[in-house]
């Protein structure tokens, strides 16, 4: 397709209207008709019709969407630092009313403490974006706890996680809530990030979460489960926490 294109869509997921931009990777495979197919399968076997569900690094929304979609009795949390994706995001969500009204959009990065970070677009790859460098857009960052904690739900069942080589500092951040609701977890686990923040994150991520009484599974082609005992060697692209109580809903 011709670059820098908006185009209007109406076939995301099936019926889901979408305002797409062909500068953007995501976008331009949301109009294919579904995205990643390996997370969207997940998503649907794992997030319930009335599940609260949180999406952070929901970029333009191509899962949060899926989520809303299933969620019709309950509620999703998208969470996107960057103002211009962000905003992409609530058009989106605009485009779906019947979708938007279960969605709450935040507009803040998410960390192990609440400042400020700089959010830095990837001109290579446009909409991916990080906050672990010097330069860019501030942003306000806060925990999910604190989040959570601000709506006062009284349920938490299943949180993705991407957000470019801060899951580490995210889950930190969202401990409270992942004792108190104990719940799935699925986040990106890339071997280039373990290197870039010069400490094992993810062997400190399964460590906090083993400690929690959960189980971790690499998630293979046609989200296929398998169990990891450790993350030393990553096999694939985004692992699976589940608490041990939950773990029937393997079977």
């Known amino acids: 397709m011709p670059p820098n294109q908006e185009i209007e869509f109406s076939r995301y997921l099936g019926d889901i209207r979408i305002r797409a931009n062909t500068v953007y990777p995501v976008e331009l495979e949301m109009l294919t008709g579904q995205y990643d197919r390996v997370s969207s399968s997940i998503i649907r076997r794992f997030v319930t019709e ?23 009795s309950g509620t999703v949390i998208a969470i996107e630092p960057g103002p211009p994706i962000c905003e992409r995001l ?42 672990l460098g010097s330069v860019g857009t501030p942003v306000e960052v806060v925990t999910l706890d604190s989040i959570i904690s601000s709506i006062g739900t009284e349920r938490l069942d299943f949180i993705k996680i991407d957000v470019e080589g801060m899951e580490y500092e995210v889950i930190i951040g969202a401990s409270d809530s992942i004792r108190k609701y104990r719940p799935i977890i699925y986040y990106e686990t890339l071997e280039p990030f373990r290197a870039f923040r010069g400490f094992d994150i993810y062997g400190e991520i399964y460590n906090r979460l083993h400690e929690l009484g959960y189980h971790h599974y690499f998630v293979l ?19 699976l926490a589940i608490p041990a109580e939950k773990a029937s809903a393997l079977a």
């Open 50 to 72: 009335d599940a609260f569900a949180v999406d952070v690094g929901a970029n333009v929304g191509p899962l949060t969407l899926l989520m809303a979609k299933i969620v019709r």
């Open 90 to 131: 609530k058009r989106n969500l605009r485009l779906n009313p019947e979708l938007e009204k279960n969605v709450r959009v935040f507009q803040v990065g998410v960390a192990d403490k609440a400042g400020s970070l700089m959010w830095s677009e990837d001109q290579n790859n446009r909409g991916n974006a990080g906050l």
């Open 221 to 239: 082609g046609k989200g296929k489960l398998v169990k990891a005992d450790s993350l030393d060697v990553l096999l694939s692209a985004n692992t």
